[in-house]
Each structure stands twice: as structure tokens, then as C-alpha cells.
């Protein structure tokens, strides 16, 4: 099976953390994402382990909460250590509501707003993450108004292309995210920060891509941001603290995806840094990392039910489910490849379909060219596979569409961690 924690009953009945699925959609109703909260912590540790081991107690894993945010998930967060990384007030207000603490937030974005800005510094959160001068200027004018010393890193673009696709390639010297190296603009946004009085420069941060699998793309930019660190240093006579290397490790979404060890990158990766530092006769900076969707990606299912299964022969075969792009957009913006299982037993005959949504557009695809049983009807079950990141929170109300509840498996016992919207849930902001 695609991860450790799908597997099939002796009836040949799907389970997901040893669960069985048909039971958990006849409890919740359909569309349903399961969360195994006993991966996200098994992941959880995962990452704690390798820093632990890789870095000693000079370094801290947040989670990037953009992967999927709500209470529950803050609240493992907070259990399991990590820190947490967030890119709105309502990323920091779940977080804080879920009790998770305000100095292991971290908050990014490249378009803050003042209200942003003013609700972060009054919420006391650790850290802002500075994309641009802009940003500097307001924070300065914000913080000093409420007599504030607040801590930030700076976002640079170590100009690294990171191979993977476009709308989450981030670490090019010309895209939207951060300020870039190149042109001497580095270290006029580092001079600027530091001539700002209540805010403190912690260190530098930076964000490649998502979904990256080559090898070399995090030590490349080690070796970028070293040497800025080493101009920084020369220049300015400014020592790096904090180096947060952002997130992005991929995860496997079909059979034939590959593998990476994470533990083993992250070693690979501390003794190039290590090494990059001693060369550059710099100290070895507190080292932070920001991943989402390799904490939370193989946590999820999402169940839905067959609607209709549509022949058109000669031409082609569609099953259509209650859910779709309102649920999971990723194949609609990016064409991500995603596995599809049969709830019930795998066994005879199989056909390809397109597996498509219930949207009033033909753009609705959850995955085109599945494999399915040659006789799913309506009423049968499918599942489609490691949905736990940037589903939920990429999820949408189109065609009025109630989100689906998320229910979280944790040791054997199932409880609901996001209800399902409602009818009135709909209507409950309209005047
Ligand atoms: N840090 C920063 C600054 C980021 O922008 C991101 C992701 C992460 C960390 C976490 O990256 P991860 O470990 O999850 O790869 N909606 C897209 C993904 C967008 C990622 C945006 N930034 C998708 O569904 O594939």
C-alpha cells in the first residue's frame, strides 16, 4: 500500500489506521477527511528525532500550519514540541485559541496588512518573518506604538531553483516572495533592519519550493545563504543567529513516487552546514525548518461516496462523487497526481475512469485515469489517498457547497475535529 498506515481487512474492506473506513463514512456521512493523528505525530517526532540528533538542542522544527490548520492540529503541534508557522491573523488566532504558545509562532506573508501587523505584535508572538522594507517600516511604527521590542528574521531569495512546479517555486531570484541576494538588496534590507530600533534581527530565513525531491536543493541553498552570512558578517559586522531553511521535502502521492528519508536528508544536511560554517569562519546559528505538507500529507483520506457512473462508450467512463474541487482543488490548479482506492474489496474485473467532482464545471477532476472496479455503481465508496495536506485549508465553498467535517483517528478511537458545515453554516455571514 502507498503508507504504512492503509491497509485491507480479511473481507478486503479498506482501513486507515486501522480503522474501517466504511464504518467511519457510515458514522460522519460522506465527503469525510480522516486525520491519523498518531502519523502526524509519528512524523512529529520524526523531525524532533533527526534535529535532536543532527543539531543537539540548537535547533527547533516548526510546522508550517498553511498545510492544514485548525485547533486539533495546533494542539499536537504544542504536544509534540514543535513550533508553528503561520501566514494570516487566522492561522495565529487558531493557534492561540487552541492554546498553542504565542513565542513558538512565527509569522510570514508577503502582503501584511496593518491590521495584521497591529494583531500579531499586541498577540506578543515570537517572531515575524520580514518580507520586504515595506514591512520593516510599519513594524517599527507598530511595535514602537505599543512598546514593543519585537524579534523578526529576514525573508532573502537565495535565487535557487528548486525543481518543482511553478506556483510553488519560491526560491528564484525574480519571484514575489522575500528580497533577493542579488543587486546588493540583501544587505540594503539587512542595513535598513538594523537601523530600526525596536526591532531585533534574529536571523535570516528562507523558502525554496514544495514538493522537492533533489537532493542537493537544500544544501545549494545553505551555500547561498552561508556566503550572504559571511558578507553580513564582513560588512555589517552582523552575526547570524537564526536560520530557519523553510520547508518543501515532498511526499509520495502514487506507487511509483520515491521515498526520501528524512532523517537521513537532515543529517546530510547538518554536516554541510556545519561544514559551510566552519569554512566561513562564522558560529554555527540555531537552525529552524518549516515543513507542512511531509508532517500532515500521509495523515489524510477523504471519503466520498459514488453519485454516478457514467459509460459513454467508445468515448469515456467517469465516476462522479459528492465531492471534488470544492474539497480538493490540487489536481485543478497543479494536476497533482493523487491514488484512488476502492472502499470495498479490490478484487475482479477493472476499468479506467476519470474520477471527477460534483462542480458545475468540466474542469472538476480529482484524478483522471483511475483504476476502478469495472462494476462501481452508485452508493460504493471511494477513497483517495494522503489528502492531509493543503486540502482542508485549500477548500472552498464553490457551488455553495458545505465543507466536509474532519475526524481524526487517534490509538483506535475516532472523535470529530472540524464539524461538517451546515445549510446554515452556508448562510450564517449573509445579512
Ligand atoms: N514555509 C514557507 C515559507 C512556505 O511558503 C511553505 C509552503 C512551507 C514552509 C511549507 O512547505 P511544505 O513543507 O508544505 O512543502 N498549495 C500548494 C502548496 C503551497 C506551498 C506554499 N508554501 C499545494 O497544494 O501543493
Do not use: W
Amino acid at each position: 500500500m502507498l503508507t504504512g498506515n492503509i491497509q485491507r481487512d480479511e473481507f478486503g474492506e479498506l482501513c486507515f489506521a486501522g480503522q474501517n473506513v466504511r464504518s467511519l463514512a457510515e458514522e460522519y456521512g460522506t465527503p469525510l477527511y480522516l486525520m491519523d493523528a498518531d502519523r502526524i505525530r509519528f512524523n512529529c517526532r520524526l523531525y524532533r528525532k533527526a534535529f535532536q540528533e543532527s543539531f543537539g538542542e540548537n535547533a527547533l522544527p516548526l510546522y508550517a500550519s498553511k498545510a492544514a490548520s485548525f485547533r486539533q492540529i495546533c494542539r499536537i503541534m504544542a504536544e509534540e514540541g514543535l513550533g508553528i508557522d503561520t501566514v494570516s491573523r487566522g492561522e495565529i488566532y487558531t493557534a492561540l485559541s487552541a492554546g498553542f504558545p504565542a513565542e513558538k509562532i512565527y509569522f510570514h506573508g508577503d502582503g501584511k496588512t496593518d491590521e495584521d501587523i497591529r494583531y500579531a505584535v499586541s498577540a506578543r508572538i515570537g517572531f515575524f518573518i520580514v518580507d520586504n522594507e515595506t514591512e520593516l517600516e510599519c513594524l517599527q511604527a507598530e511595535a514602537a506604538a505599543q512598546g514593543v521590542r519585537q524579534k523578526v528574521l529576514l525573508r532573502i531569495t537565495p535565487g535557487i531553483d528548486p525543481h518543482t512546479y511553478e506556483a510553488v517555486n519560491t526560491g528564484k531570484v525574480d519571484v514575489k516572495f522575500g528580497v533577493p541576494i542579488a543587486e546588493g538588496l540583501g544587505l540594503r534590507f539587512v542595513k535598513k533592519a538594523l537601523a530600526m530600533d525596536v526591532i531585533e534581527v534574529a536571523g535570516l530565513h528562507c523558502h525554496v519550493g514544495s514538493m522537492v525531491f533533489d537532493e542537493m536543493v537544500f544544501e545549494d541553498t545553505v551555500d547561498h545563504m552561508v556566503s550572504f552570512m559571511k558578507e553580513l558578517h564582513n560588512t555589517l559586522g552582523f552575526v547570524t543567529q537564526e536560520l530557519n531553511l523553510g520547508g518543501g521535502y515532498g511526499v509520495r502521492y502514487l506507487e511509483s513516487d520515491k521515498t526520501i528519508d528524512i532523517p537521513a536528508r537532515i543529517k546530510a544536511l547538518a554536516e554541510h552546514i556545519r561544514q559551510r560554517i566552519s569554512e566561513a569562519g562564522l558560529s554555527m546559528p540555531y537552525i529552524l525548518m518549516e515543513p507542512g505538507r511531509s508532517i500532515v500529507a500521509d495523515a489524510g483520506m477523504t471519503v466520498y461516496t459514488v453519485s454516478t457512473v457514467k459509460h459513454l462508450t467508445g468515448l469515456k467512463n467517469y465516476v462522479i462523487i459528492d465531492g471534488g474541487m470544492a474539497d480538493n482543488p490540487r489536481y485543478c490548479l497543479y494536476q497533482a497526481p493523487y491514488t484512488a482506492l476502492p472502499v470495498s474489496c479490490e478484487e475482479g474485473s477493472k476499468e479506467v475512469f476519470d474520477l471527477v467532482g460534483r462542480c458545475c464545471e468540466s474542469g472538476d477532476i480529482i484524478q483522471p485515469e483511475v483504476k476502478l472496479p469495472a462494476n462501481i455503481k452508485r452508493g460504493d465508496l471511494v477513497a483517495v489517498c494522503t489528502t492531509g495536506a493543503y486540502n482542508y485549508s485549500m477548500a472552498s465553498n464553490y457551488n455553495r457547497l458545505g465543507r466536509p467535517p474532519v475526524v481524526m483517528l487517534q490509538g483506535g478511537e475516532h472523535f470529530v475535529a472540524v464539524r461538517r458545515e451546515t445549510l446554515e453554516d452556508l448562510c450564517a455571514l449573509d445579512v
